[in-house]
């Protein structure tokens, strides 16, 4: 069974109903798929649609409703500091949001479902273009 992080780059285009979003969506519709997400990816999606002064309240229930979220727990914490200290070795830019993502994602060896190109090096990412 594939196993999927939906990043919230890729979520925000779902919900927008993009072109990026339809490619979302596809993949949110695929059989034998799980789909995982993360508190930290929830945050950054409602802070975008706060910003824009837009309610959360439904794309906080659609990610519930699509989506298992997998905890934000020692195991990812270091892990994402790992990664968080390797890449800004190799990029000034990398944050440490980035470093969450792909260290859930290396740990339920599953893949990143993202429309962020700052992950087009990331062996774990499908990066929508």
Request: glycine share 6%; net charge positive.
């Amino acid at each position: 069974m594939n196993k999927i992080i939906i990043d919230s780059s890729a979520w925000i285009e779902y919900f927008k109903g993009t072109e990026k979003g339809r490619l979302v969506r596809e993949q949110i519709l695929k059989q034998n798929t799980l789909l995982y997400t993360t508190g930290l990816i929830v945050a950054e999606v409602c802070t975008k649609f706060l910003k824009e002064g837009l309610p959360t309240e439904e794309a906080v229930t659609a990610m519930k409703s699509l989506t298992s979220i997998i905890p934000f727990d020692f195991r990812v914490g270091e892990e994402a500091a790992k990664i968080y200290i390797n890449e800004r070795k190799k990029r000034e830019k990398f944050g440490l949001a980035d470093a969450h993502v792909i260290a859930t994602a290396r740990l339920v060896k599953g893949k990143i479902l993202t429309c962020d190109y700052d992950f087009h090096e990331i062996s774990e990412a499908l990066v929508l273009r």
